[in-house]
């Protein structure tokens, strides 16, 4: 595909799409019923689609018996990690196979022309992006992952906490499953705010943002504190009631759903003419820049509220140039 006609590459070789990116037409006013029916089937598909299917693939394949979760025993908490670990590898593995090792579409759609791959670093456990991040994301957030599934199973198995049947209220649970992406959105933006205050920045969030050109293996690169964090969002279910499956979705949206923001590419061509959007493009921003979007696509638009939004365009820009010039000039009084 021709990239040119979705956006512009600048003399570095690195590529933006055109025009700004939009959040949910949710929040537009007078809400336009006809934007938000057209917006309605890129947010089911393919991306949450995908963590549905996953979340009942995992529900009536791979977790064990009620009985079984009643107890917390080693044997199935290794199994889930085993699954957990073996489904990340197969699921990132296939973007990364093919857009970062076949580099099947070379450098097409490509925010940053450089592959992380051919620019060794310091920052990085034995210098390399790739190495660290997969072992960070495999022996620190994986099986962190796994201790918030373990724990949320455990309390439903044993009636700790209420146990909604789809038989019982199917239109609450359906309607639970369509906000659950904006409940990721809503915790991993406060969370995500959070560590990047100074010192938790420096502490914690820090091992994330080594890499300023993220890969797939970026998006569980994260120091323990964040792992767990961020995957602790499915204990909203243990608040709200709800059901396992739906928790599972709200583990899946965030464990599988990382990868959607570390792509790198605005598109992933699957043929010749066909591509699918990544929806990369608002936290490639954020690793460029920092101080910006820190949720996710604008769903629940807390950046703009919070005036930490960039939109991709050249006001985007200055707005956060902007604010980055004043909190510049308030440190200096400071002083
Ligand atoms: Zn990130
Ligand atoms: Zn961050």
């Known amino acids: 595909m021709d990239d040119l ?6 003399k570095r070789g690195d ?3 055109n025009g700004r990116i939009e959040g949910a037409p949710l929040w537009n006013w007078p809400p336009r019923l006809p934007k938000i029916l057209a917006w309605l089937p890129g947010y089911i598909w393919p991306w949450n689609a995908f963590h549905m299917f996953t979340a009942l693939l995992y529900w009536f394949y791979i977790v064990p018996s009620v009985e079984t979760m009643k107890t917390i025993s080693w044997g199935w908490a290794l199994w889930l990690y085993a699954v957990n670990a073996a489904a990340i590898l197969v699921f990132y593995g296939i ?5 970062y090792i076949k580099r099947a579409q070379a450098t097409r759609f490509k925010y940053n022309h450089k592959f992380p791959a051919d620019a060794p670093s310091d920052v990085f456990w034995f210098q390399s992006q790739n190495l660290d991040n997969f072992l960070r994301s495999f022996f620190i957030t994986i099986p962190l992952w796994t201790v918030v599934e373990v724990i949320f199973l455990w309390c439903f198995a044993n009636g700790y906490v209420p146990w909604v049947g789809w038989q019982d209220h199917p239109v609450y649970l359906a309607a639970l499953v369509l906000i659950a992406p904006a409940i990721h959105e ?6 995500h705010r959070l560590i990047h205050w100074g010192p938790l920045y420096r502490w914690i969030h820090s091992v994330h943002h080594n890499s300023i ?3 797939p293996w970026s998006s569980l690169s994260m120091h323990p504190v964040e792992g767990f964090l961020y995957h602790a969002v499915a204990f909203w279910h243990l608040v709200i009631p709800s059901n396992p499956i739906v928790a599972l979705f709200q583990l899946h949206v965030a464990g599988f759903g990382a990868v959607n923001g570390h792509l790198g590419f605005d598109k992933l061509e699957v043929t010749k003419d066909t ?3 990544s929806h990369a493009y608002t936290h490639y921003l954020h690793h460029k820049y920092f101080e910006v979007n820190y949720g996710g696509d604008g769903l629940i638009p807390l950046d703009k509220w919070f005036g930490t939004w960039h939109d991709g365009t050249r006001e985007g820009e200055a707005m956060m140039d902007a604010r980055f010039q004043k909190k510049k000039e308030r440190m200096n009084a400071r002083v």
């Open 186 to 191: 809503v915790h991993f933006f406060f969370i």
């Open 275 to 277: 591509a699918v959007n």
């Open 213 to 215: 050109n993220p890969s």
């Open 15 to 17: 590529w933006k799409p």
């Open 5 to 10: 006609k979705y956006g512009v590459r600048d």
């Open 95 to 99: 973007f990364e196979l093919r857009y």
